[in-house]
């Protein structure tokens, strides 16, 4: 199978390459604009298998995406290209407008011309494979979980752009009879996360021994998704899933931010000890709250395993500690980042 993933050199889409490459027969072409969280060392591994190949390119470029499609000719479209940062989308919202609506619209126009000029039997077979969040369904109480058929309620600019992205496709596949799939996913986690999301963020800072900015008290519930287990999910929905569907993708691993940020550091404290022997709990700093910052998010993840098959693998625990060796392990991968990102901020000043 021919599989066109966008943004395949961010944090999923690199993930969802490498199980690919390493996991499967498929041939998958990356499409992507190379971003500052996107960057080619994520998938340096596989980068040399003959069933892999690169296009550097945007999503709104229409043009850019009709030659690669012409020249790929996908069987499957997955698409992960998206700002996904919710602080940033705060700061700067026009940029997760043009990138996650019209993006996504310019995707959707080009699959749709790419999927009429197929065969019948090559037409029946295609999929449009859109990955989304959880965040569009706005903020939980105590109680309860997001499901399939939970309303729309994005809160902030990041879900707003990807609440209108969800529809869009789903418009798509119900005007035009585009044979779409959405997958909603909660908060993932592991290797070659962009060091500005909360828990590479905590490990970068920590042996930095930089304070670890935790949004007020903390107390913020997510459902945190080890990445490996989140590309499973996506192969199982765009190889078995029923046109049309939407499934909910969650970890079962419901954690305070409080919860998170303190057992990184229990795990540091553990793997690479402070020198004066203090834990790193004790660089915990509490700033101000984002604006409009959802309380909880948790998914009920029945659906895809009642009808696909798939468990998460991965516990917290297990998660957790093997993100946190990770980085330790692969501080030549993050180091530069962090160096290029310091760089920038001095310069805007």
């Given at each position: 199978m021919r599989i066109f993933v966008t943004g395949g050199a961010g944090f999923i889409g690199s993930a969802l390459v490498r199980h690919l490459i390493d996991d499967t027969e498929h041939k998958v072409l990356?499409?992507?604009?190379l971003t500052y969280a996107g960057t080619l060392s994520t998938i340096?591994?596989?980068?040399?298998?003959?069933?892999?190949?690169?296009?550097?390119?945007d999503i709104c470029d229409a043009a850019a995406v009709r030659a690669a499609i012409a020249e790929f000719r996908p069987e499957v479209i997955?698409?992960?290209?998206?700002?996904?940062?919710?602080?940033?989308?705060?700061?700067?919202?026009?940029?997760?407008?043009?990138?996650?609506?019209v993006g996504t619209y310019t995707m959707l126009a080009e699959a749709r011309a790419h999927w009429l000029a197929l065969d019948e039997a090559a037409r029946t077979a295609f999929r449009f494979h859109h990955i989304s969040t959880d965040e569009v369904y706005g903020s939980l109480g105590a109680e309860?979980?997001?499901t399939e058929d939970t309303p729309y309620d994005p809160r902030s600019p990041y879900s707003a752009s990807k609440a209108a992205s969800d529809h869009l496709v789903s418009a798509w596949g119900h005007t035009y009879g585009l044979p779409v799939l959405i997958t909603n996913c909660s908060n993932n986690y592991g290797p070659?996360?962009?060091?500005?999301?909360?828990?590479?963020?905590?490990?970068?800072?920590?042996?930095?021994?930089?304070?670890?900015?935790?949004?007020?008290?903390?107390?913020?519930?997510r459902d945190w998704l080890y990445v490996e287990d989140h590309v499973r999910a996506l192969r199982a929905v765009f190889?078995?899933?029923?046109?049309?569907?939407?499934?909910?993708?969650?970890?079962?691993?419901?954690?305070?931010?409080?919860?998170?940020v303190r057992t990184v550091c229990a795990i540091l404290d553990r793997l690479r000890p402070r020198a004066d022997g203090a834990s790193y709990a004790a660089q915990i700093t509490s700033v101000a709250d984002r604006p409009g910052h959802d309380k909880?998010?948790?998914?009920?993840?029945?659906?895809?395993?009642?009808?696909?098959?798939?468990?998460?693998?991965?516990?917290?625990?297990?998660?957790?500690?093997?993100?946190?060796?990770?980085?330790?392990?692969?501080?030549a991968w993050w180091r530069p980042l962090v160096a290029t990102k310091a760089a920038e901020r001095r310069g805007a000043a």
């Open positions: 990356n499409f992507d604009k340096e591994r596989v980068a040399g298998s003959n069933r892999y190949r690169f296009v550097q390119g997955t698409h992960l290209a998206a700002e996904s940062h919710v602080d940033r989308s705060i700061d700067g919202p026009g940029a997760f407008v043009q990138t996650n609506v309860g979980l997001f070659y996360h962009f060091p500005e999301k909360l828990i590479p963020l905590m490990i970068v800072k920590a042996l930095g021994g930089e304070p670890l900015p935790v949004y007020g008290a903390g107390d913020q519930v190889e078995r899933g029923q046109v049309g569907r939407t499934y909910n993708v969650g970890g079962h691993n419901e954690k305070q931010n409080i919860e998170v909880r998010y948790a998914i009920d993840a029945t659906r895809i395993g009642d009808e696909l098959g798939w468990q998460p693998r991965e516990t917290f625990e297990s998660g957790i500690e093997k993100t946190v060796r990770w980085y330790l392990d692969n501080e």
